[in-house]
Every structure is written in structure tokens, then in C-alpha cells.
């Protein structure tokens, strides 16, 4: 199999990367004959990520942009499926402004499924998100829940999910649908709770805890997204939606919890900040499909993925500190 990977460089891409091309068994699945990385390398995008394959003659790089038709089009040539990553994806960015949200998560996604259009038998499967649903106070949605989403970030998550959707029922297209919760591992951009909170907790700094802390999010280990990824690529049926949770659910408050000890500090260190404009109070997905239909389970306990993901950035700081210092995070 030959597959294009779009965003590649990011957080979770380049973990789908690494997996696909490293050591990892991929669960007895196949490695591919070639992995191509198409990235335009914004502030999230980092080309480090992959250098644990980056020898690999199986991968090509590409440094370009998904709204870019005709570099889509030529390039989507020669591959038999898509694994879509690239977006825009930090929710207070888009409460900033949401432009680059629409213009990427939207357009960059309408154009690559034309492109695809353009070549059959080709699978393209979407990688979107739980927080598609909105925001849920007691049981956990199905794939069948209407889409309810509030952030700028999550709306256009929602608009290229069910642009993809459209593509299979109105022309055909093999397009499979991940919604997943929040994930959490190494490489992951410092500007997320996990490793904002970690990198400045080692730093000796201070951490912004939004409103009273309350907010209940579902955590997984990256590299159990990545398997299920492979999985719906590999065995997931055509037009179908894939919820992937870890069944971990915590508040922000517990989450601070845990960091705080794994770093060895107080909680005089947190500082109580103005929520986030909008802030879903739960998200909870219901992942019975992918693990009855396609026996998929996370591998990780949180507790053993968040003390690894931990030591990872005490061991990495030459990964992380360049980036805190360009993005003002410090
Ligand atoms: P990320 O921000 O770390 O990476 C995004 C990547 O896309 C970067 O490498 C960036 O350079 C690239 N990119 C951005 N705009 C591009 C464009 N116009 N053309 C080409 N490349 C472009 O994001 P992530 O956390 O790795 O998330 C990857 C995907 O998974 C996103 O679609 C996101 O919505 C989804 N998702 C993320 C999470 C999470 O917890 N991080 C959970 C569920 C789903």
C-alpha cells in the first residue's frame, strides 16, 4: 500500500509516520511500500518529528500546502490511500480568529477529496474529532449523534467531516470517519494543556487553570489513536464513522492533579484563569463500534502513558525549548 499522509509533521501524523515505517509490529498489519508526508510546516508542523524515519527510503517529504489543487492532484498519482492529518487544530487559536480554521480545515479538505475524486479505488480516511458532538452531561455519544459543535475549531472540523461523508454518498468514494478524544504523548506542540503544563511546571513556572477547572475531557495515548487509525485504514468498512476514546475521563482539575505530581509541585503553582469563551463542559465518546467491529484496545493505562509522555519532555527539552521561546509560552 501506498498511502499520502497530510500532516505529517504534526503531533499525531508523525506518530502515524513513525509508526508505519518503525520497528512498532502495527498489530501484525503490513508495513506500506511508501510513505509520502505532505506538510506546509506552520507553527505546528516539525520536520524533527519524523527524524526517527526520516532515513527511511520508503518516505518522501513534501513541503506543501492541501489547498494547493495542483500539487494535490499530481501528487495524489501513485498512491492508494490518504490519511488526512493536516489542520488547523488548536480551539483558542480559532476563538482568536478563525480564518486559517475555515481555509484549511474546510477548503484543504474539499480539495484534496476532489483530487481524490479524480482517482479511484483510492481510500481516503478523515481523521476529525470528538468534539464534532459538542458538548454532552451524562452518557457518551454514538456515531449516529448529531453533530452539535461550538468552538470556530470544532465548526470546521464538523463542516470537512461531513464534507467527507458527502463525497462517499453522493460520488462513491471509499471515505472512512475517526472521531477521536483528546490525545496526549510525546512530540506533541507545547501549546496544549499536557505539555504546556509539563514544559512549564520543569520550567519552575506558573500553569493556567480555566474557570473552576470542572471541564471533563477523555484522554488517549497518541500511539493507541494511531493503531486505530491503521485499523479503520486497513479493515474499516466505506462510509462508515469510527468513534476512538481511551475511556479515561477526567476533569481539568484531576488532570492538574496528576501533572502537578508527576512533576513534583504545588498547588500554588496553578493559577485560576477566565475560562475559554464557549468551553464544553464534557466530551464522552462511545468507541463500542471500533472495538466490537474491528477489535481494536488502547494499549496504554493513562497512568503509564502520562508518567512516559512526562519523562519524555524532561529527556527532550532540546525538542521542546526552541519551540516555547518562538511561540511566547514561557
Ligand atoms: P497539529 O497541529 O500538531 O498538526 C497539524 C499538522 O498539519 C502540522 O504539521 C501542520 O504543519 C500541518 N498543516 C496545517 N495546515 C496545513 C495545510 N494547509 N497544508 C498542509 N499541512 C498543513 O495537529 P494534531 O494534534 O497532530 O492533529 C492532527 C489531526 O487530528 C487534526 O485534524 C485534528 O483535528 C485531529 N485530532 C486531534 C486530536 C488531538 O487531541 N490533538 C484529537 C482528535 C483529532
Redesign the pocket.
Known sequence: MRILV?????????CFVRMLLGPDDRDGRPAPDAVTV?????????RRNLAPVAADPRLAFVH????DRERVGALLDGHDAVV???????VDRSIASAAAFV???VL?TQTLLDAALARPGLTFLH?????VYGSVSHDSWTEDEPLRPNSP?AAS?AASDLLALAYHRTHGLDVRVT??????GPY??PE?VIPLFTTRLMDGGSVPLYGDGRNVRDWLH?ED?CRALLRVLTEGRPGRVYNIGGGTELTNRQLTERLLAACGADWDRVEWVADRLGHDLRYSVDSGRIRSELDWTPRHSFDEGLAHTVAWYRDNRSWWEPLTTRAALR
Open positions: 497530510t500532516g505529517g509533521a504534526g503531533f499525531i501524523g508523525s505532505l506538510d506546509a510546516l506552520t507553527y505546528a508542523g516539525n506543501g500546502d492541501i489547498r488526512h492529518f493536516a489542520a488547523e487544530s488548536h481555509s484549511t480545515n484543504g481523521v476529525s474529532t470528538d468534539e475549531y472540523k472521531r477521536c478524544s483528546n490525545n496526549y506533541q506542540f496544549k497518541v489513536h
